[in-house]
């Protein structure tokens, strides 16, 4: 059963916005962090942004903050990643976790998604 199915993905000029959106079921539904980590070809999966389920706790990467908004729909049990001013450095596999702390590593999080491309051009 897949927990986390994202969707949103694709091909943007350099300024553009895209909006990442992750819908969990099963077991992964009602955890009490959902978050956004990305991975580019060659690199190791980094922490982009994450949210406590009441909206108490939000935590962003520095090359998030200000341009990069999350957010989360408790009742449709979905989680959301607002990407504005998008810069060639974003082009990655953004992938959706949900796990029982608000944290900022991947290996807390307990369930992913698949991951959903995202590359910008310059």
């Known amino acids: 059963q897949v927990a986390l199915v994202e969707s949103g993905g694709g091909l943007v000029q350099a300024g553009g916005s895209l909006r990442l959106s992750c819908a969990a079921s099963?077991?992964?539904?009602?955890?009490?962090?959902m978050g956004w980590f990305r991975q580019s070809p060659g690199k190791e999966r980094e922490f982009v942004a994450t949210?406590?389920?009441?909206?108490?706790?939000?935590f962003y990467a520095d090359s998030a903050k200000g341009r990069f908004t999350i957010s989360r729909d408790n009742s449709q049990n979905m989680v959301f990643l607002e990407m504005n001013n998008l810069k060639p450095e974003a082009t990655a596999v953004y992938y959706c976790?949900?796990?029982?702390?608000?944290?900022?590593?991947?290996?807390?999080?307990?369930?992913w998604g698949q991951g959903t491309q995202v590359t910008v051009s310059s």
């Open positions: 976790a949900a796990g029982s702390y608000v944290v900022t590593t991947s290996s807390d999080y307990d369930y």
């Open positions: 099963g077991r992964a539904r009602g955890r009490s962090a």
């Open positions: 949210m406590g389920r009441y909206g108490h706790s939000t």
